[in-house]
């Protein structure tokens, strides 16, 4: 450790326990743990499911009440993905004739089994997400997931076949443009950006929550594609030039 | 015109999406079309908007969730003539940017426009939106986007670090924004701004909303570089495209500023008024420091973007102090500056592009007469560098009248003195830079300047003269901003109804009309007031002086030299070392600066 | 218990930047941040958690049981997504700072590029 570093760390010290005594001074101020009595949230709760048919009512806030903020966040997501491509893919050596062949066969067949029950898995959080627990957020991640197993349990050869630029990139521009699009095709009815226009549908089913269903599938779409992306870019640029050549 | 409210950030990031997903098939040509195309129609409705909300504030719910008993249930965005002029520049410096980047950008040019679009949209977003949830989206959303173009020069450590200390910094930043936004919540459980300012206001500020408006500020006052939390700015400068640096130097740092007026207003002018004038002194202190200390590294920089950024930080500081003066007179000036500012900066920075497009350098040492091959940049350099000095009746001018008054009204008449001194001293760099690349005038060596990489670019068969013009538009805008019929009312109006608290809450809330239907639009001219008409002569002698000591300071005689070198030089060394470019020691300032914000406020107010 | 669950957060909040500020790695910097974003979840979750409350969500408990509150938890959601892509575009700025220096140490990239 340089002397600067060393420095930084004596004087680093008082002031962030200084700055932390003045936030847990404010902070005694705050609402006692276990309450909280938000009327914003409490309304919510009182009104959402029967206005929008969701029981999930965090999902409603979501991809409803507060469904602009989701627009932008799926955004942001999309950005950094188009940003680290940037940084990643433009300076990348191509790979060539490299493979890491997966040498048991027990991994394989559990591996390749397993992809099937979390591409299933995911599917299923997606899809019930009005309902119970989950949403596209969390369904596209565990989608995504399933897939980054074939690199595990196939070797890399394999998973090429799914991590390509060229077949990831239309799925992340489609996810981000047609959330925006639902909420513009609102507009362009003469209502609200991102109003409802599906109707309501039955509570507890998949049938419920109209447009949201869209924005749910919207973003099921962005967020998977979106960490294969990043899986994909992380590998090929840190990964791949390191594994063995045949 | 409630419609028409999203669109100048839906246009914009549909676009950017459709590029990615249309990336293998279409030609760059025709995205590089609908870039310019979406960035277009988004500046044509920010337009709209603004005319609309000279009449009354314009809303528009989304999803069609309108207040229930006052109680808002989803996110509004509210325009008014600030926040829509606002989003208006920030969508025309993106067009600007787009139409320069179809000669100026090689390579990667498709990524080049998305993240320019999202960037555009994220800080219309960040203008229109009332809500303060959606307002942190949208400071993401510009955040990433613009950490990612300003590596976008991959191939090259600079840049790399450059974006590194942007994004770390800017990303605690955030944090803290984001911790006072819960802070907020937990005591009004609300988002939307106009109805936090109105549980806020039913009693004075206690320690949590103390801590929260803390949070805040210091969380946009990193994004506004303000010191001593702007060190990322000029790293990010040097290391960002030519027009990246346009858009974050024209757009993105004002609107760190003017989120705090917005937050300010909307929701902790009712709490705080007993303490404002506490409020006041740390702010302008803080403004104040900016500004000079901006001006010192200004003239200590011979690369032309970290020259214009540290310009940038010292004018920043200027805007932060005029909104500290709390008042709508001086508000209506710091909107004039921003407009001008961003509009000649912009410019500015656009040229920087075309001088290394043609000499392919931009050290001013390096390019010595070198540009007397392009006077016509060189005049466009000069007019740019004016603007901003403040000379009556161009550019900044009625900025600086405005904020001239406004200080006179609270005692701070001194401020037009600093701000005459920091405006003077950088259009003395810019002079002095200018004088030494378009005339070749001065001493080819100058030991006083500090040595930084420099950009360089390989030969390319590109003309810098379409991008000339691109450049030229924006400082010629920017000089005819003080004189446009009408602008110093029109303006004056916009922040009176700024700052009117409880017109905003019952306009957000109750629907009821803000603003004066029947407002008589003036067209006047722009009355000159002498003393700020001396204020800026005296500035553009500072300038004078600046520059010429500049080129030939090596002329005077050496006993005065060393005297001032035993004077100056200590303190300007320790001014220099701090801006070290280690994101361990910027993320060290951040912390300290954050905490004496913090304690001087809970101890005072 | 009000005062410990602040206090983590105050504690988590300023020992992450602690972290950032004497971080020999960018890596591990990248890392100090998603812990200084933690602190973020704790508080929005802390403010909105009710004693003896559920989930908001109605599908197997009667509409109007006491639950916590639900906005909070969208905060938190969205959150999370702006801290992966922040995490994610720091790691790729340092893996091409490692290509082109060999280096991952702030401070010493800071004095190559001088």
């Known amino acids: ?138 369904g596209g991640v565990a989608i995504a997931g399933g897939i980054v197993l074939v690199f595990l349990a196939s070797g890399y050869r394999a998973w090429r076949t799914f991590g390509r630029e060229r077949l990831l990139d239309p799925f992340e521009g489609l996810g981000a443009a047609s959330y925006a699009a639902v909420g513009l095709a609102a507009l362009i009815a003469g209502a609200p950006f991102l109003h409802n226009l599906l109707g309501l549908g039955v509570a507890g089913t998949l049938r419920s929550g109209g447009s949201m269903t869209l924005l749910n599938w919207a973003v099921a779409v962005e967020v998977a594609a979106a960490n294969l992306v990043l899986y994909t870019e992380f590998l090929e640029s840190y990964l791949v030039p390191h594994l063995p050549r045949r | ?62 999803g069609g969730w309108h207040p229930h008993a006052g109680l808002a249930l989803g996110i509004s965005f509210t325009a008014d003539p600030l926040g829509a002029g606002m989003a208006a520049l920030a969508c025309g410096l993106d067009l600007l940017v787009l139409v320069y980047s179809w000669t100026y950008m090689r390579r990667q040019s498709q990524t080049f426009d998305v993240l320019i679009l999202a960037l555009g949209g994220a800080m219309a977003g960040f203008a229109l939106t009332g ?35 942007f994004a770390v910094t800017n990303t605690v930043g955030a944090y803290m924004v984001l911790m006072g936004i819960a802070l907020l919540y937990a005591r009004t459980d609300a988002l939307n701004l106009a109805q936090i300012g109105r549980v806020l206001g039913h009693r004075p500020a206690d320690r949590l909303v103390i801590v929260a408006f803390a949070l805040i500020v210091t969380g946009l006052m990193v994004r506004a570089a303000i010191v001593p939390f702007h060190f990322w700015l000029a790293d990010a400068h040097a290391a960002s495209p030519a027009p990246v ?177 920091a405006s003077g001293v950088c259009a003395g760099a810019m002079l002095r830079a200018g004088a030494r690349i378009f005339l070749g005038w001065g001493a080819r060596e100058d030991e006083l300047l500090s040595p930084e990489p420099d950009e360089h670019a390989p030969e390319r068969d590109v003309s810098g003269r379409p991008l000339g013009i691109v450049a030229g538009i924006a400082i010629v805008l920017g000089l005819a901003a003080s004189v446009v019929p009408g602008i110093e009312a ?116 | 218990m009000t005062i410990l669950v602040y206090a983590v957060v105050a504690w988590v909040f300023a020992i992450g930047i602690y972290g950032a500020i004497v971080s020999r790695n960018l890596i591990h910097l990248a890392l100090c941040l998603t812990v200084t974003q933690s602190s973020t979840y704790i508080l929005l979750l802390a403010i909105g958690y009710k004693h003896g409350a559920g989930a908001p969500i109605f599908e197997d408990v009667k509409l109007g049981t006491a639950a916590v509150d639900p906005v909070v938890q969208s905060l938190t959601l969205t959150d999370v997504v702006v801290s992966v892509t922040v995490i994610a575009l720091i790691l790729a700025l340092a893996l091409d700072v490692h290509r082109q220096s060999d280096s991952i140490d702030p401070d010493e990239i800071s004095t190559l590029n001088r």
């Open chain 1, 1 to 138: 450790m340089s002397s600067r570093q060393r420095l930084r760390a004596w004087i680093a010290a008082p002031v962030l326990a200084l700055f932390a005594a003045i936030l847990g001074w404010g902070f005694a101020r705050a609402p006692a743990f276990g309450d909280f009595h938000g009327a914003y949230g409490d309304l919510l709760n009182r009104i959402a499911v029967p206005q929008r048919h969701t029981s999930n009512v965090v999902t409603a806030i979501v991809f409803d009440y507060r469904g602009f903020d989701t627009m932008g966040e799926e955004f942001i997501l999309f950005a950094s993905v188009v940003g680290v491509v940037l940084l990643l893919r433009a300076v990348r050596e191509p790979a060539t004739g490299q493979d890491d062949p997966v040498a048991s066969d027990a991994i394989r067949l559990f591996g390749i089994i397993m992809v099937a029950v979390i591409l299933v898995f995911g599917l299923w959080l997606a899809a019930f997400g009005l309902v119970t627990p989950g949403g596209g957020f969390q």
């Open chain 2, 131 to 165: 809500d303060i949830f959606n307002m942190f989206v949208w400071f993401e959303l510009m955040g990433v986007s613009a950490y990612a173009l300003a590596g976008f020069m991959v191939e090259e450590l600079g840049p790399l670090q450059g974006a590194i200390n």
């Open chain 2, 490 to 605: 029109r303006t004056e109006l916009a922040a009176e109804r700024f700052a009117d608290t409880s017109a905003y809450r019952a306009a957000v809330l109750h629907g009821a009309a803000h603003g004066d239907a029947a407002a008589h639009v003036s067209f006047s001219l722009l009355g000159v007031d002498t003393a700020s008409a001396l204020y800026g002569l005296g500035a553009l002698a500072i300038a004078a002086a600046t520059a010429a000591f500049g080129l030939w300071h090596r002329r005077l005689p050496p006993r005065i030299l060393s005297a001032g070198a035993r004077t100056l030089g200590p303190p300007v060394t320790v001014i220099r070392l701090a801006h070290s470019g280690i994101v361990g020691d910027y993320l060290l300032w951040l912390s300290g600066g954050a905490l004496a914000v913090a304690a001087i406020w809970a101890l005072t107010l």
């Open chain 2, 1 to 62: 015109m409630s419609w028409a409210l999203p669109l100048p950030v839906v246009v914009p990031l549909i676009a950017a999406a459709v590029l990615v997903a249309t990336g293998a098939i279409l030609p760059r040509r025709v995205q590089d079309a609908i870039g310019i195309a979406a960035a277009a129609t988004a500046t044509g409705f920010a337009l709209l908007i603004l005319a609309a909300s000279e009449r009354h504030d314009v809303l528009h719910w989304f």
């Open chain 2, 245 to 421: 640096c346009a858009l974050l130097s024209g757009a993105m740092v004002e609107l760190g500023i003017f989120f705090i007026a917005r937050v300010y207003w909307t929701a902790f002018a009712a709490p705080l008024h007993a303490h404002a004038s506490g409020v006041r002194d740390v702010l302008v202190g803080l403004g104040v420091a900016t500004a000079l200390i901006g001006a010192l590294m200004c003239l200590l920089q011979r690369q032309l973007k970290r020259l214009l950024a540290y310009s940038t930080i010292s004018q920043a500081g200027t805007m932060l102090a005029g909104i500290a003066l709390l008042d709508p007179r001086s508000l209506a000036g710091v909107a004039n500056l921003v407009l001008a500012h961003g509009l000649l900066k912009g410019g500015l920075f656009l040229l920087c592009g075309v001088i290394l497009v043609e000499l392919r350098h931009i050290d001013e040492l390096r390019v010595y007469g070198a540009g007397r091959r392009l006077p016509w940049a060189g005049v466009l350099w000069l007019l740019g560098t004016l603007g901003l000095v403040g000379l009556p009746p161009l550019g900044v001018f009625l900025a600086q009248q405005l904020l001239y008054e406004g200080g006179r009204e609270h005692g701070f008449g001194w401020l037009a003195v600093v701000g005459a001194v």
